[in-house]
């Protein structure tokens, strides 16, 4: 049989609604060509003649190998280190002290802090490096006090999150060069992340449809870049479950081009020099 490519609208219907079904992304008529382009090569790889056969064969799929594959080819993974810079200035000017004290005083053993869509680990490792710089002018703390646990939907990225290993263009975009030279080590046509940072991230896949009670109560939550592909109601829904897993008086960031404000009243915002950020009530 001749395989066509070209997905039609029924066929947009029925991978739309199972993508966001699978991963609660939410996918507007307008961006049919998005599903047409980025799920063609996997149609043809997995022996289907056109889209409503990948969207049948995947929904009979019990291993559900083949949803991860959709989910893993839908997904933005578009990241930078100290992406937009606010949210780590902050951390390192007004959050950190906060946690430092509780440390000292005994308030806490351990702060926790969780990044919900770490993609290829520039996130959560820019948390930790952040952390880490701070402790060198606060010796009384060490990086065991502070556990991070980053996740994503997609093993692939992962996989390569967890490896720690960045090409140049990667390595580039957003690190400075003394944190460079600080914290990673060329090994030829790549970057390798010491182990002083990497031990301090803790990886795990997890659709954010799934409960987040695994994780325990948390101080920080960088949730940056996530809700813009989410419908409205499934916004409200992560933002209220996220207020049950912060800690009394922890904090969340959003993405810059986020709001908060028509979606949840759980939480204060907060302002820093430029930055915005939320206080659970």
């Not at 906060?98 to 919900?116: C, M, P, R, V, Y």
């Not at 060069?177 to 790549?190: H, N």
């Amino acid at each position: 049989m001749q395989a066509h490519i070209k997905i039609d609208p029924n066929e947009f219907q029925l991978m739309r609604d199972y993508i966001e079904e699978s991963c609660g992304i939410h996918i507007t008529q307008d961006k049919m060509y998005l599903v047409e382009t980025r799920l063609t090569t996997l149609m043809v790889e997995s022996g289907c003649n056109n889209f409503k056969e990948l969207y049948h064969k995947a929904s009979s799929d019990i291993t559900k190998k083949l949803r991860d594959k959709i989910i893993d080819a839908m997904t933005t993974n578009e990241t930078l280190w100290f992406r937009d810079k606010s949210p780590y200035i902050i951390l390192d000017d007004v959050l950190l002290k906060e946690f430092a004290q509780d440390l000292h005083n005994g308030k806490k053993t351990k702060i926790k802090i969780w990044s919900t869509a770490c993609s290829t680990g520039q996130e959560p490792y820019s948390i930790a490096m952040t952390i880490l710089e701070y402790i060198k002018r606060d010796p009384k703390l060490r990086p065991e006090q502070f556990e991070i646990v980053a996740t994503d939907i997609s093993p692939t990225v992962l996989y390569l999150a967890m490896a720690g290993r960045y090409d140049n263009l990667a390595i580039s975009r957003g690190l400075s060069e003394s944190l460079k030279s600080r914290y990673f080590e060329p090994s030829g046509k790549v970057w390798v992340l010491k182990n002083e940072v990497k031990k301090m991230v803790i990886f795990k896949k997890l659709n954010l449809q799934e409960s987040f009670n695994i994780f325990g109560k948390q101080d920080l939550i960088f949730c940056r870049n996530v809700l813009i592909y989410f419908s409205d109601e499934f916004k409200k829904e992560v933002l209220h479950r996220l207020g049950d897993l912060i800690r009394p008086n922890g904090y969340l960031f959003l993405g810059a081009s986020e709001s908060i404000i028509t979606y949840s009243k759980e939480y204060q915002m907060q302002k820093h020099i430029k930055g915005l950020y939320y206080k659970i009530k």
